[in-house]
């Protein structure tokens, strides 16, 4: 459901800046108890991927041993390992915790990356309107057009995988939305009455543009960011799953795809419900966010 | 010409040129990126004269704009070429694989909307009590839990933990019929399909649901149903009559929805062993089967384009009181 954003934030967002807006964002999404737990989960999310490696008994890769100085194969979570091991001895805690770094990487990059080009297409096609306008359309067409993982698949099979490409494929993808989005509501704002002010007064387009109504389309862009980095995370893991993420990196997708290819769907759940527990946790926890900020930017949606 | 005219041919222009830029993207990206596909069947052991003749054979001397064009007018006309494994036409592959797919998408689709539609004609008319909002937070929760991760959950209880259906596939060894209607009326396809349908199910439904209760919204205020209830029809068949009214929107979400699916499925295919399209680009990719991963590409894409268009179409067909512009 794309619920109709015909109004921009009550107040406004004028003379706040982007860090000024975000922090106003956070008070507000607080108030919400579902947001704030989101948050709250979030912010544990965050903390994890910053001293994950820290506080992680092994490497991601470390072969873990037993007492008898055995390679401590599919061991059920115990005193050996708090989770347990894969079929390669190593620690499912520690991969876990290397994980949720590659995850937000992935996911913040994008969504930083898809935002920022998505609102800029946004706002130039929505702004200029014309020829600009029909052609941006008609190029936002042709990406909507492509199918996201087929088209993924095959670009990182023939260029080979890593995670720059990862996070270049999914900003790709990402950026569609957004800019539709931006688009859709500055056709709205350029006939407000602020902007023939600011017209009047002589003010250059791009100035109208960048200083007047920028700032109003900015908590969209915010909104569209939090959903894109659940997509980030969401697509680096199916992407990951399918064995076409970074071999060279442990993901909560790559973990996926071992413990699935290894049969531990049969023989090893600690090694299957992990990394899922946490991709699901993580997207729901910016499900809640996004659904408390989407229906205080959005009255509709209280009413209904 | 009136403007619903205009508004097709328009809508089919546009069909005509993201397919066509779609396909571009397609052979440049081929073109343009490491890693030569012929390298793939070309061994160590080839002579110069062995490769320069099966260069010939696959028209890769030839000028790179005439390649362009014979590319072009293949895929246009289906011609795929022989898959470089099973050698067997590119073709045939592609069109097993889609029905398969389909047998797993249709019904999955049928289910969901058909649910979906129920469930959400409740929830509008219960609006604003506390079990609607409880099953509506639950229902967009449930959505974002990624599908894949369910699949193994499922596969994990009810398979493997409680052995009530088989581990993956869409019919057991020897369990093939004779034709592909056949084997998709036997009862161990419907074996099969449980589980994967199920799994696509708890996230489709949301979307019908969703829809039907706030056009159920929109629809309960209207003076029809004041009539409807001076004629002393009881409540559950003013429902009825408010339902049918809300059906319009649910018929282009549909389309979208179906198109979505057939690349959408594929990290259930994955984990069920469902051979069908997505598998198979997997398989082919794995394989550096270029053909067959390039259709199986090429047909998600024009499903999903096509799939689109039709929905663009019913939705200026189906309620008058669209305005096209």
């Not at chain 2, 797919?101 to 129920?118: E, F, K, N, Q």
């Not at chain 2, 057939?262 to 399209?277: D, K, S, T, Y």
Request: hydrophobic share 55%.
């Amino acid at each position: 459901m794309t619920p109709a954003h015909t109004v921009a934030e009550p107040g406004g967002t004028g003379r706040r800046g982007v860090l000024g807006t975000l922090a106003h964002t956070l008070r507000v999404i607080v108030r919400y108890p579902t947001g704030a737990f989101g948050l709250f989960l979030l912010a544990v999310f965050v903390i994890v991927a910053l001293i994950g490696p820290l506080i992680s008994p092994y490497g991601p890769f470390e072969v873990v041993q037993t007492a008898q100085g055995r390679v401590a194969r599919l061991v059920p979570p115990g005193s050996v390992a708090l989770l347990g091991t894969t079929n390669q001895g190593s620690d499912v805690l520690s991969q876990l915790l290397y994980g949720t770094r590659v995850a937000l990487l992935v996911g913040v990059i994008s969504a930083v990356g898809s935002v920022v080009l998505g609102t800029l297409i946004g706002l130039v096609s929505g702004y200029f309107g014309g020829k600009v306008d029909e052609a941006i359309m008609r190029f936002t067409d042709v990406a909507f057009g492509i199918p996201f993982l087929p088209f993924a698949l095959i670009v990182i099979s023939v260029a080979g995988p890593s995670l720059p490409l990862v996070i270049l494929l999914v900003t790709l993808f990402l950026w569609r939305t957004t800019s539709r989005v931006i688009r859709a509501q500055v056709l709205t704002l350029k006939t407000r009455p602020f902007v023939w002010a600011a017209r009047a007064a002589g003010a250059s387009e791009w100035r109208i543009l960048f200083v007047h109504i920028a700032p109003n389309v900015l908590p969209l862009s915010f909104l569209y960011m939090a959903i894109g980095v659940q997509g980030g995370v969401m697509l680096e893991a199916a992407l990951s799953f399918l064995g076409f993420g970074d071999p060279n990196v442990v993901s909560w997708g790559s973990m996926l795809n071992q413990a699935f290819r290894a049969g531990a769907m049969r023989s090893a759940w600690w090694w299957v419900i992990p990394p899922g527990v946490a991709l699901s946790l993580f997207v729901i926890s910016v499900f809640m966010v996004t659904r408390a900020y989407e229906e205080l930017l959005n009255p509709r949606l209280r009413e209904t | 010409m009136n403007s619903l005219h205009w508004y097709l041919l328009r809508r089919l222009v546009l069909l005509l040129f993201v397919t066509v830029a779609v396909l571009t993207i397609l052979f440049v990206m081929f073109k343009l990126l490491p890693g030569n596909p012929l390298s793939v069947f070309i061994d160590s052991n080839f002579s110069e004269e062995m490769i320069r003749r099966q260069k010939q054979l696959w028209g890769l001397d030839a000028p790179l704009w005439l390649q362009y064009v014979r590319y072009m007018w293949n895929m246009l006309t289906f011609s795929f070429g022989t898959s470089f494994f099973q050698m067997t036409p590119v073709r045939d592959i592609v069109v097993e694989k889609l029905l398969h797919t389909a047998a797993m998408i249709v019904p999955a689709v049928v289910l969901s909307v058909v649910l979906g539609a129920l469930l959400g004609s409740w929830l509008g008319w219960r609006r604003g009590s506390r079990r609607e909002g409880a099953v509506v937070i639950s229902l967009l929760a449930l959505r974002s839990v990624p599908s894949f991760f369910v699949g193994i959950i499922v596969l994990m209880v009810f398979s493997y933990n409680l052995g009530w259906f088989p581990p993956g596939g869409m019919v057991s060894i020897g369990g093939q019929g004779d034709s592909f209607l056949e084997t998709i009326f036997s009862v161990d396809f419907l074996h099969h399909l449980i589980l994967p349908c199920l799994v696509l199910m708890t996230r489709e439904i949301t979307s019908p649901a969703l829809l039907l209760r706030s056009t159920m919204l929109e629809v309960k205020g209207s003076d029809f149903l004041d009539i409807l209830r001076a004629k002393g029809l009881p409540e559950r068949r003013i429902v009825m009559h408010a339902t049918r009214n809300a059906l319009l929107p649910l018929v282009t979400d549909v389309a979208v929805m179906m198109g979505f699916l057939f690349q959408g499925q594929v990290l259930l295919e994955i984990i069920f062993a469902w051979p069908g399209v997505g598998r198979e680009l997997v398989t082919a990719l794995n394989d550096l089967d270029y053909p067959v991963a390039q259709a199986c590409f090429f047909v998600m894409a024009l499903i999903i384009l096509v799939f689109n268009f039709v929905a663009d179409v019913l939705y200026a067909f189906i309620d008058p009181r669209v305005t096209l512009s």
